[in-house]
């Protein structure tokens, strides 16, 4: 059974490069799409992107720019970096495969901005 | 984007009672390929969501068939059919028809 976890610093100050790690254990990476998926506190969820196991990508118009998301298919890992964050991009970050009977999620990990 | 809005934001059930929730989409999320790509899901507190269901009313694995969704096009409902302390949490639709994929804002749901 496919499992992901998120890794990174929980704490980014403002204006620097939220960087996190998700590692797929239990399947392979290639061939699917990988989404990151962040929660504010106490709010809804808002999806930021995804990655093809190739490297192809679509992101969230709703960032402007600020995100990349990429994928080093040696490792079975997928990778976001979310630049210039303030305290807005503070959130619990999820990551997931989102395909129909095939939809798997981490247990997220909160990053929280500090000014 | 591809609004989705849900109805009710927030639901109160007695125990063993049915439950409703209401997703309308601003698009039809009807796929050329047949599909219709709608999902539901249960996040309870403290916890990642949980797929429910996929493809408007395909039960995720494992989830119990108190559970179902149905719907077309633009408007989908997800029926619970007997509350119990289990399902309590926050339930979204969530559409992947369409980049950037969208979410509803979330109905709450809790014993009354």
């Known amino acids: 059974q496919v499992q992901l976890q998120e890794s990174g610093p929980g704490l980014v100050k403002a204006s620097e490069t939220l960087s996190l790690t998700c590692t797929v254990s239990g399947g392979s990476i290639n061939g699917h799409y990988w989404s990151w998926i962040r929660q504010p506190p106490g709010k809804g969820l808002e999806w930021i992107g995804y990655?093809?196991?190739?490297?192809?990508?679509n992101y969230n118009p709703s960032l402007k720019g600020r995100v990349t998301i990429s994928v080093d298919t040696s490792k079975n890992q997928f990778s976001l970096k979310l630049s210039s964050v303030t305290a807005a991009d503070t959130a619990v970050y999820y990551c997931a495969r989102l395909r129909g009977s095939y939809t798997n999620w981490g247990q997220g990990t909160l990053v929280t901005v500090s000014s | 984007d591809i609004v989705m809005t849900q109805t009710p934001l927030s639901l109160s059930v007695t125990p063993g009672q049915p439950a409703s929730i209401s997703c309308k989409s601003s698009?039809?999320?009807?796929?050329?390929?047949?599909?219709?790509?709608l999902y539901w899901y249960l996040q309870k507190p403290g916890q990642p969501p949980q797929v429910l269901i996929y493809?408007?009313?395909n039960r995720f694995s494992g989830v119990p068939d108190n559970f179902s969704g149905s719907g077309s096009g633009t408007d989908f409902t997800l029926k619970i059919s007997r509350v119990e302390a289990e399902v309590v949490g926050v339930y979204y639709c969530?559409?992947?028809?369409?980049?950037?994929?969208?979410f509803g804002q979330g109905t709450k749901l809790e014993i009354k």
């Open positions: 969530m559409q992947t028809l369409q980049f950037p994929y969208t």
């Open positions: 990655i093809f196991s190739s490297g192809s990508t």
């Open positions: 698009q039809s999320l009807l796929h050329s390929d047949g599909k219709t790509y």
């Open positions: 493809e408007v009313s």
